[in-house]
Every structure is written in structure tokens, then in C-alpha cells.
């Protein structure tokens, strides 16, 4: 593995040596990386994006201490990726509601349904209901989405992360 080398000490710190760090830390980040999220697959990965944001920044970079810089290096990039995970799996869990409730085909499922919506869009602005149709059932992109409704890109992923919540929240109840 190619790495930058540079050990020039500045003053009081010393800069990032990104070959020695794997060497020497490789381990450690690893297995911080594993308790975090409790999958090898998954921590090997991890810790790969630590070195290769130690890589990065090896010029700007500099500590004392590299194996507490690395720690919390591990630590926030794991905790980002738990982070993520989790809000994947909660917008997953409200798309297949709302899948559940496009594909019901008997007449009590669907009056059912109805309901469900009819609640469900109480809850939110009138726009919200033209974004979820416009994005969820044509299958615009949020950017056409956006256009459309005369939004940004962020308003309508909030109006639709909303909706999802909302949802998520209805069938835990």
C-alpha cells in the first residue's frame, strides 16, 4: 500500500505518517469498528474508510496522541454509519406500508386503507399528499418532484421523510 510518508515534526505536533498508522493501528480500528457495528463485513469496511480519511487528510492532520485521534476517528465514522442504517430501515419500513396499501386487493383491506390514508394526510399539508403521489406512485425523481410542486429537493425529502415517520409511528401503535 503506497502511502503518503510524512513525518517532518512541526513544532509541538507531528504530522501524520498514514503508513506507520495502518501498521502500527490497523487492529484497533478494526476491532473498535467491530463492537460498534457488530458485523466483520461491516467493520472491515469501516475501518478502511478511517485510513482512507487519514490518506486524505495526511498532509493537514497532525497529533500527539494518534491512537485517541484514530479511536474517535472509528468511533464518529461508525456511529454515522448506525446512524444511517437506521434511517434507511425507518424510510424502508413506511415505503412498504405504503406498498402494502397500493397493492391491496380486497374490498376491506382497501376501505381499511382509505382510512389509514385519509388519517395520515390530516396529519400533513395538502402538498404533502401531491409530492407522496407525484414521487411514490409516478415515480418522478424528488428533483422532478420538486419542480413540479415548486420546491427544493430538501423540502419535498422532508415532506416525504415526515409522511414516513408518521407512518412508522402508526405501526408501532
Known sequence: MGMMNTTAPTSDTRRIDAEKLFKQYWVMVFRRCQSLLNDDESAYDAAQEVF????????????????????RMATNHCLNVLRNHANRDRAENGESILLRIAQADNPEAQALDRGVLRWLFRQHPESSRTIAVLHLVDGMTLEETAREVGMSVSGVRKRLRALRETLTELEEV
Open 52 to 71: 482512507m480519511k487519514v490518506l486524505e487528510h495526511a498532509d493537514t492532520l497532525r497529533a500527539d496522541y494518534p491512537s485517541s485521534l484514530l479511536w
